[in-house]
């Protein structure tokens, strides 16, 4: 595979401020594909000089971002002096109207539809493309044969509960696109299939919004009626080359001191000359990790489960639930959990029972919701600091006792319901003929 596109990325990059250790360099990876590594060659592809083999120190930065480069929503409002469009501002009315993440995949798409005058040109030229589904990889690019493997597995819902929400925010997206005045020229190429590829790009490359910090938006951030609490996606060219590992020790430092203000990726410990530099994304089930990247980890022990979403009148109670548990940073809104077979890491003064620790924070109290009958409903209401989930009162000598009841069966119910599907869908799979497959197999295997 040619590496010219990165060196072009590179080179566009560090021109505009970032940065990439001299000891670094991109690599085609057999297993992985297009990787970092601690340089193993004598001479550096990013460097004309010879350079002595060397390891990457700890505390090292591997590569930095300024945070003018990233590539997100907030380009897209074009209001804010370090985060520039560089293009043409998107009509008022979809701005209003569309969610943050909505907007920054239209705003990828507007950037691949100009490449050629893009400020991020050479980056969007340096990502898997469109019509390279093989490197994409994701269930929303598998074959039909495919998708036969991922069948009674909770990956097949999720793939299909994507595609359906994905599908809904492109057709709200163009339509809007397709009728404003000063937009004719691009109608008809907002497709879908662009759509799906820039959604693709975010939902496998992109960091966290919150990683912004205050310092780099220098006036107030309010735009209409929108809110910038809410979390979106955000691309920072070079920090998304390195692959996700749950065992490497990295630190991703913002620098609001000195100009320019970047996001960087440090390593905590030494990495050998010639070894792979991974990332960390976080400890993510393999269906988050075949459904976000492509991939799957062997001996992830993590699983998901998916519940039907909320009614609002619901989703108000587990709010006030999430605000006395003081779980600011909760979702209600969740409906898809993770399970393990290990406890999860949780204070020492944790008091939920020891059947609760093997699930996600938020699971079993969205259960407890979904599942109240009235009475259970109208308690909650009244006393919102009995979260289920947390308190042994609420458990035993409340009045939700039979709601909890109701959730170990619920949840013992979806498992052992998995497992089975699992098991009865794959009796009559054929053959693995090539390594999507391969991936798809030892996905199903780990579910």
């Not at 097949?156 to 809007?176: L, N, P, V, Y």
Request: charged residues 20%; proline residues 6%; glycine residues 4%.
């Amino acid at each position: 595979m040619s590496l010219a596109r990165f060196e072009n990325l590179i080179s566009w990059a560090r021109h505009h401020g970032a940065y990439i250790h001299e000891q670094v360099e991109v690599y085609d990876d057999p297993q992985y594909g297009v990787s970092l590594r601690v340089r193993s060659s004598q001479q550096s592809v990013h460097l004309a000089d010879q350079l002595p083999r060397q390891s990457l120190p700890p505390t090292a930065c591997v590569v930095s971002c300024p945070f003018s480069l990233s590539l997100s929503y907030l380009n897209a409002l074009n209001k804010f002096p370090d985060l520039q469009s560089h293009s043409a501002r998107f009509p008022a009315l979809l701005l209003e109207v569309l969610e943050p993440h909505v907007i920054g995949h239209f705003f990828l798409v507007q950037q691949y539809l100009d490449a050629d005058t893009s400020h991020w040109g050479p980056y969007v030229r340096s990502l898997p493309q469109p019509e390279e589904s093989g490197k994409l990889g994701t269930p929303l690019y598998f074959t039909e044969a495919d998708i036969a493997w991922i069948r009674g597995t909770d990956l097949e819902i999720a793939r299909d509960q994507r595609e359906k929400t994905w599908k809904s925010d492109w057709e709200r997206g163009h339509r809007i696109l397709d009728a404003s005045s000063g937009w004719e020229k691009w109608n008809g190429k907002w497709t879908w299939d662009l759509y799906k590829w820039a959604a693709t790009i975010f939902s496998s490359r992109s960091f966290i919004s919150t990683l912004i910090p205050e310092e780099v938006f220098r006036m107030p951030v309010t735009y209409g009626t929108k809110s910038f609490d809410d979390i979106f996606p955000v691309l920072f060219p070079l920090l998304d080359l390195p692959n996700h590992s749950t065992a490497a020790k990295v630190t991703w430092f913002t620098n609001v001191q000195n100009e320019p203000k970047d996001l960087s990726i440090l390593v905590e410990s030494e990495i050998p000359y010639g070894q792979q530099i991974f990332n960390n994304y976080a400890p993510k089930s393999n269906t988050e990790l075949m459904l976000g990247y492509g991939f799957c980890i062997p001996g992830n022990d993590e699983v998901s489960i998916a519940f039907k979403p909320l009614r609002e009148e619901l989703m108000i109670i587990r709010q006030r639930h999430l605000a006395c548990l003081g779980s600011h940073s909760g979702d209600s809104k969740q409906s898809i959990f993770h399970v393990r077979s290990t406890p999860y890491t949780r204070p020492p003064d944790d008091t939920r029972l020891p059947e609760f620790r093997l699930v996600e924070d938020g699971c079993v109290d969205a259960l407890a919701v979904l599942t109240a009958n009235r009475r259970e409903r109208e308690y909650m209401i009244q006393h919102p600091s009995r979260c289920p989930e947390r308190s042994l009162e609420a458990v035993f000598m409340g009045p939700l006792s039979r709601n909890i009841l109701k959730v170990m069966a619920v949840l013992s119910d979806k498992l052992e319901e998995g497992l089975h599907d699992i098991i009865s869908t794959g009796q009559h799979l054929g053959y693995v003929e090539c390594l999507q497959t391969q991936i798809i197999l030892a996905f199903r295997h780990y579910s």
